[in-house]
């Protein structure tokens, strides 16, 4: 499985960025997928998830209400939509595909080489 995520960039606090992820596998819809994020000096963390099918989602709290995440099985291609971002976004976000749906970082098997979001205040 192989990742490529894009759309990343620079964006005033308050605005709004959509990233995408695109897969190179057979059976997409087989896979859950996640964005994660690091920022400097930090681990990299969960921002959100989403089940194979695209009806399940679960996002960190300090995104909830702000970000969403989808997914076209028909594209293989994941995105997350950011709204209302602050300068603590400010991170590389990474894509990453597991075997099931889960949120938790180490049950991820495939990772994206991240894309960076700065948001300045």
């Known amino acids: 499985v192989q990742l490529q995520a894009s759309g990343g960039g620079l964006v005033q606090a308050g605005g709004s960025l959509r990233l995408s992820c695109a897969a190179s596998?057979?059976?997409?819809?087989?896979?859950?997928m996640g964005w994660f994020r690091q920022a400097p000096g930090k681990e990299r963390e969960f921002v959100a998830s989403?089940?194979?099918?695209?009806?399940?989602?679960s996002y960190a709290d300090s995104v909830k209400g702000r970000f969403t995440i989808s997914r076209d099985n028909a594209k293989n291609t994941i995105f997350l939509q950011m709204n209302g971002l602050k300068p603590e976004d400010t991170a590389v976000y990474y894509c990453?595909?597991?075997?099931?749906?889960?949120?938790?970082?180490?049950?991820?098997?495939?990772w994206g080489q991240g894309t960076q979001v700065t948001v300045s205040s």
């Open positions: 990453a595909a597991a075997r099931r749906y889960t949120t938790t970082q180490r049950s991820y098997d495939y």
């Open positions: 596998v057979r059976t997409f819809s087989n896979y859950g």
């Open positions: 989403i089940g194979g099918s695209g009806t399940t989602t």
